[in-house]
């Protein structure tokens, strides 16, 4: 199941000591169903704010969310976001956690043991659903959190640096499951990360954000054939790219209006 997403001239601002900042500044973006768009853009250009948006935890204040074309009015089962910090509960087990999310999206009783534990499974922790947060490695909570997501069959998937926290080694792992996942659920993933070559890795097109106000600089689009991994030369090549595109957003950031000029609005 996938669903498209449309952000049409979003301005988002907030508040801090008095003055109102624009944290995303007339960004559009038009995500196919099924499509694996991976955001790259400097600490603060508005990435994380981008997904609340689509999450609905967050209403646009100029502009519009939609998704299939439905303005998004608050969170739902159909957009799961996945964090860098896994936030399962401590004192639930996997099954437990996973099974929560079902109930409070209203799953029948019967089925949840279930489906929780044929995702528990399909993420590889068959052998720990049993287990606690606690008791898991870094690359075991963020199985069990995408477990979690993937349990309710999200049209959208939204991923704020998943993967960050863990080891080169778990993460090439999850690279190559979360291609596959993505393939065999068919879900529309939206994934942000400061990690350039896993933003080639992943997506169909890395979409590169400029900060001070956040915009969106470019794309570069990647059609290499799945799975890819980390050390192939054509991946490395289309990181420089991106790289190159993130390099002019950081001169427009330097060049970005300071406190109390152009860009800051006092309320
Ligand atoms: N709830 C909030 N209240 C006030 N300011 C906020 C809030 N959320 C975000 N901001 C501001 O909006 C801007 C964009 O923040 P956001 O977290 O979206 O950036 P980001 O690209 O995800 O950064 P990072 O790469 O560090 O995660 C920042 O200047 C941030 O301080
Ligand atoms: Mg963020």
């Not at 477990?147 to 999850?174: G, I, K, N, T, Y």
């Not at 169909?204 to 290499?224: A, H, K, N, Q, W």
């Amino acid at each position: 199941m996938s669903a498209s997403v449309r952000l049409e001239a979003i301005t988002q601002s907030f508040a801090r000591r008095g003055r109102r900042r624009a944290a995303l500044s007339g960004v559009s973006l038009d995500i196919e169903a099924g499509e694996f768009v991976t955001v790259v853009g400097p600490s603060g250009c508005g990435k994380s704010t981008l997904l609340d948006l689509v999450a609905g935890h967050t209403r646009p204040q100029r502009g519009s969310v939609t998704v299939d074309g439905v303005a998004v009015s608050g969170p739902g089962p159909e957009r799961m976001i996945v964090f860098q910090e896994h936030a399962l509960f401590p004192w639930l087990s996997v099954q437990a956690n996973v099974e929560f999310g079902l109930r409070s999206a209203g799953v029948d009783p019967a089925s949840r043991a279930g489906t929780a534990h044929a995702w528990i499974a399909r993420v590889g922790l068959a052998d720990a659903a049993h287990l606690h947060p606690h008791e898991l490695s870094g690359g075991m909570r963020q199985r069990a959190a995408l477990a979690r997501a993937l349990a309710l069959a999200p049209q959208v998937l939204l991923m704020d640096e998943p993967f960050s926290a863990l080891d080169a080694p778990s993460r090439d792992r999850l690279h190559v499951e979360l291609q596959d996942l993505w393939r065999e659920t068919g879900t529309t993933i939206i994934f942000v990360t400061h990690n350039v070559r896993e933003a080639v890795v992943l997506g169909d097109r890395v979409i590169v954000m400029s900060s001070g106000p956040g915009r969106i600089m470019g794309e570069v689009s990647v059609t290499l054939p799945r799975p890819r991994v980390v050390e192939s030369g054509r991946v490395v090549d289309l990181a420089q790219q991106v790289r190159g595109l993130l390099d002019e957003a950081d001169q427009m950031g330097i060049a970005a209006p300071r406190e109390g000029q152009d860009g800051y609005v006092t309320i």
